[in-house]
């Protein structure tokens, strides 16, 4: 087969990755890829959101399946652009991945679907009144949120009546966020840790994947502003997980592919919940329509089946019912970001010791490039993931540390607690 994995982050490396692991006679083109993926695939210069020159690329090249990393593709009807020309896809269509692109959206489809999430209102600038009805109801303790995609920085969590009222103000008033921020969700400040769910589906049937925590902020004791992701473990170590998971799938992922297809937009791609465990039970903060970053790069790894069958079945109508098997052990990841992320980066810096690294560690590519010099150079803020998968997340979380010891470029750093946030939250 031949498989066109869009994007060039460390999500697509680790697709494209495991792609390969699972079918190395296959070709792997990806586009635009990174220095990573130039090691075993085709890297192509494509703008991912350009809709119509992914699908042209996908038709010169004759490939069998394409496969959507970011939202921003899905948002820009790439899957929709490849479908008008015959190709298979495993990724929604612009009018499914509302359900990440449009917060309103979302708050829609769970309350028609009865899904838990946190009580919210939203409007626009000519609804001010009842907002702010809200938040002074609420004490404060709320989250605006703008509606549409604001590059991960449209989500202001409040304490007070002041913040939350300030918050409004820069999404309606200031229009900060454009016209993402047009509208606003603001909902009610949940209490609790969060987890990641992820489902295949195929517009009707879900395939729930092992479940994963992200580390959002970037430092330390999630100190510091959001970020994409600064590390990622899979499965994390609550007690009865697995049990939650199954409940999640049938309260929480079946009802929303459900209510997307009743809605005429079936979900055919790789849907995630990102949830807050609160002490009433799991409330859905957000649903994504994509596989997260960096949690695909712990989370591939432990998936027992192989990647090209589940995600041809998704593309093709054809999924199964039931659990995606998944490996003995666990993974751990770490980001190593340039420095100034996640604000402006310095780009360029080269870098070096990854022949050093042990064999059984992986390690995904974001931000590189592979220079005209041949060497491997920085260019972006999450440069790379390192990831070990073995027997315990401490032996896990060990080794990647290890490891990351030895990888050097011009202002690196990291997170040196993942693995261990959200632990003592569990304990207390
Ligand atoms: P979202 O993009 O909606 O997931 O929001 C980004 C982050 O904001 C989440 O990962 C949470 O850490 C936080 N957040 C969002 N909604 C809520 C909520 N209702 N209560 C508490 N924290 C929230
Ligand atoms: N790591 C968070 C996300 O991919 O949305």
Redesign the pocket.
């Known amino acids: 087969m031949r498989v066109l994995v869009v994007g060039g982050g460390g999500r697509e490396h680790a697709l494209a990755w495991a792609w390969h692991r699972d079918a190395p006679a296959d070709d792997i083109v990806v586009a635009p890829g990174n220095g990573g993926t130039a090691a075993f695939a085709v890297n192509v210069a494509v703008d991912v959101t350009d809709a119509a020159a992914v699908a042209r690329c996908a038709g010169e090249r004759e490939v069998d399946i394409v496969v959507i990393g970011p939202d921003a593709a899905a948002a820009a009807g790439v899957g929709d652009a490849c479908a008008a020309a015959g190709i298979a896809v495993f990724g929604p269509s612009a009018a499914a991945a509302r359900i990440e692109s449009s917060?309103v959206f979302a708050k829609q489809v769970m309350q028609r679907a009865g899904i838990p999430t946190?009580g919210w209102v939203a409007g626009d600038a000519t609804e001010k009144d009842r907002l702010r009805d809200f938040v002074h109801a609420h004490g404060g303790r709320c989250?605006v949120?703008a509606d549409g995609l604001a590059l991960?920085k449209?989500?202001v969590?409040c304490d007070t009546v002041d913040d939350a009222l300030q918050a409004l103000a820069a999404c309606l008033d200031e229009r900060r966020f454009g016209s993402a921020g047009g509208t606003v969700v603001v909902?009610?400040?949940?209490?609790g840790v969060?987890l990641s769910v992820f489902g295949l589906s195929d517009g009707e049937r879900v395939r729930v994947l092992p479940p994963a925590r992200d580390h959002?902020r970037a430092f330390d004791g999630d100190k510091g502003p959001?970020t994409g992701g600064m590390g990622a473990v899979s499965p994390p170590p609550d007690h009865g997980i697995d049990a939650l998971v199954d409940s999640v799938q049938a309260t929480v992922l079946q009802p929303c592919v459900d209510a997307l297809r009743e809605m005429g937009c079936p979900f055919v791609g790789c849907l995630y919940a990102?949830l807050?465990l609160t002490a009433d039970g799991p409330?859905v903060?957000?649903f994504n329509a994509r596989f997260g970053d960096p949690e695909a790069q712990v989370v591939l790894p432990l998936m027992g089946e192989p990647l090209p069958a589940l995600l041809t079945a998704a593309a093709h109508a054809a999924l199964k019912a039931g659990t995606v098997a998944r490996r003995n052990g666990a993974c751990a990841g770490v980001v190593a970001a340039a420095a100034g992320y996640p604000g402006s980066v310095h780009t360029g810096a080269e870098i070096t010791g990854l022949e050093t690294l042990d064999d059984s560690v992986l390690c995904f590519h974001a931000g590189t490039r592979i220079a005209a010099d041949g060497r491997l150079r920085t260019a972006g803020g999450r440069v790379l993931c390192l990831v070990a998968h073995r027997e315990s997340l401490h032996d896990a979380t060990q080794d990647v540390y290890a490891n990351l010891g030895r990888v050097r470029f011009d202002g690196m750093w990291y997170r040196h607690d993942i693995g261990a946030t959200g632990l003592a939250a569990l304990r207390s």
């Not at 909902?187 to 209490?191: F, S, Y």
């Open positions: 917060k946190a989250v949120k991960g449209g989500v969590v909902e009610q400040r949940l209490d969060e959002k959001n990102g807050m409330r903060l957000e």
